[in-house]
């Protein structure tokens, strides 16, 4: 098995030139992506003089969103700036490994917002829960914005989990087959 180990290329620059500007050009993309997402979903809350006030610290799936995308966008940062300066990072393992995880948080935390919305536009009418989107529509406008910032960082990480899926496993050779010499004397 051959490693970059042998041939003296270093794991941060193993790949296509274009594949790294992409590579950092998501990361960078995740930053503001992330912090749109912050701030729109801790600034959002609307008052009703009927139903009262709806804030996001009400309700958990939304908090869950906001720290998953200050640790998606904090890594964002590091994971951008490590790309550049190779003393940092060297490991392609690690962005995988990384990557993978930061993905799937966000597969969560958007899945948790997704009900959110889903149940504030529809309703639950087995448990007799109304929409609440009629009443509180700045409230959901916002959440919905916010949501689909989320779903575009979302979709950055995606594409980063498989650029370094590429980055980590292309240090490899493939397997070679057994030649028809070594499969004769096996049968």
């Not at 790294?20 to 998501?26: A, G, V």
């Not at 575009?152 to 087959?177: D, T, W």
Request: aromatic letters at 14%; one cysteine or more; hydrophobic letters at 50%.
């Amino acid at each position: 098995m051959r490693t970059n180990l042998d041939t003296n290329e270093p794991d941060s620059i193993s790949y296509l030139p274009m594949l790294k500007f992409l590579d950092c050009s998501l990361r960078v993309s995740v930053i503001p992506l992330s912090a749109a997402t912050i701030w729109l979903t801790v600034t959002n809350q609307q008052d009703n003089t009927t139903y009262g006030k709806v804030e996001f610290s009400n309700l958990m799936g939304l908090k869950y969103m906001v720290y998953i995308s200050a640790i998606c966008g904090g890594y964002a940062f590091i994971a951008a700036i490590s790309l550049w300066v190779r003393c940092l990072v060297k490991k392609a393992w690690l962005f995988f490994v990384t990557d993978q995880l930061v993905a799937y948080f966000m597969v969560t935390s958007a899945a948790a917002v997704l009900e959110i919305l889903y149940l504030a536009y529809n309703g639950d009418k087995e448990i007799t829960w109304s929409e609440a989107c009629s009443s509180y529509g700045k409230f959901c406008n916002k959440m919905k914005l916010a949501f689909v910032f989320h779903a575009l960082a979302l979709f950055c990480f995606i594409v980063l989990a498989v650029i370094s899926a590429y980055r980590a496993f292309s240090m490899f050779e493939p397997p070679s087959l057994p030649s028809k010499e070594v499969e004769e004397e096996r049968a």
